[in-house]
């Protein structure tokens, strides 16, 4: 007869995987073919239901002609490249200019109260108000000083929009995670000797950083689609563009093959972003059970 801690152990069954885990292994399967057969009843329902709708030829003419569709589809490529530049030259000021809001507020110098209360009030205010109206304000307003090229043009100052309000949600991110450190990992550095911007730099940043690296991608999706809303002030960009095709051919054709582009760009980004939530949590629990 086993006694002692090897009697609570289950044995391990000729596969070479204990009970519990063979268990989990039929519950993953059961739930993936649910899943499929699940996925499988909704397409099927879709593709006999929806052109069984009164109107779906009309709708079909006006969203889906494909002789529109590979006609402007070049087009809006080409008017794509603009995004992507404005996108690339916009998130790395959007970062610096966020982690200086963050570390501002963070800052406990009381000679430093009127910049921690400067950021606070520009992430407010900054936040308050819709992107859309920001694009309007600035794209509009400053052009409107009568300064010299190229300081007038709409797309810096769509840009300059842009980078201003992705800062103040940026900055937030950056103030959670640096929050998130508990206040002992400070504690530890003062009692080592180093000063405030040390421990920031060196204990707390560090830490912190591995934490917002997934809310961070989050925010830069939602900026990669927020880049069309420069159209709105002028620049050429893959948004405008479809319109200018739409009007061209009467046909909302163009604003499908362009949501298609961005779904080309912002689907591989939003899976690499639930990627890294998930390893985060792995390793939280990870951590948490030894």
């Given at each position: 007869m086993v006694t002692g801690a090897g009697a609570s152990a289950p044995a391990p069954a000729a596969s070479g995987l204990t009970r519990r885990q063979q268990f989990e292994r039929r519950q993953r399967r059961r739930s993936t073919l649910i899943a499929a057969l699940?996925?499988?009843?909704?397409?099927?329902?879709l593709v006999v239901l929806v052109p069984r709708a009164p109107r779906w030829d009309r709708v079909k003419a006006s969203f889906f002609d494909a002789e529109v569709f590979r006609d402007s589809f070049p087009r809006l490529l080409d008017a794509f490249v603009l995004d992507i530049k404005i996108f690339l030259w916009s998130a790395p000021c959007i970062l610096v200019i966020g982690l200086a809001l963050a570390v501002t507020r963070n800052t406990r110098s009381p000679a430093l109260f009127p910049l921690r209360a400067f950021g606070a009030l520009y992430t407010d205010v900054?936040?308050?108000?819709?992107?859309?109206?920001?694009?309007?304000?600035?794209?509009?307003?400053?052009?409107?000083?009568?300064?010299?090229?190229?300081?007038?043009?709409?797309?810096?100052?769509?840009?300059?929009?842009?980078?201003?309000?992705?800062?103040?949600?940026?900055?937030?991110?950056?103030?959670?995670g640096i929050d998130s450190i508990h206040e002992s990992q400070r504690a530890a550095a003062r009692s080592l000797g180093l000063t405030t911007t040390q421990t920031m730099r060196h204990v707390v940043l560090p830490q912190a950083v591995r934490r917002m690296v997934p809310p961070l991608m989050n925010d830069l999706v939602s900026l990669q689609k927020d880049v069309a809303l420069v159209s709105l002030i002028g620049p050429i960009e893959i948004l405008r563009q479809a319109g200018i095709d739409k009007a061209k051919f009467a046909n909302f054709t163009p604003y499908v093959a362009a949501a298609l582009i961005f779904l080309a760009v912002t689907i591989p980004l939003t899976r690499f972003t639930d990627h890294l939530l998930a390893r985060d949590r792995r390793r939280t629990s990870a951590s948490a059970v030894r």
């Open positions: 699940s996925m499988t009843l909704t397409v099927v329902a900054m936040r308050g108000v819709p992107v859309i109206l920001w694009m309007y304000l600035i794209g509009f307003g400053v052009p409107g000083l009568g300064l010299e090229r190229p300081w007038n043009s709409p797309l810096l100052w769509g840009s300059v929009a842009l980078v201003m309000t992705y800062s103040a949600y940026v900055a937030e991110v950056f103030r959670a």
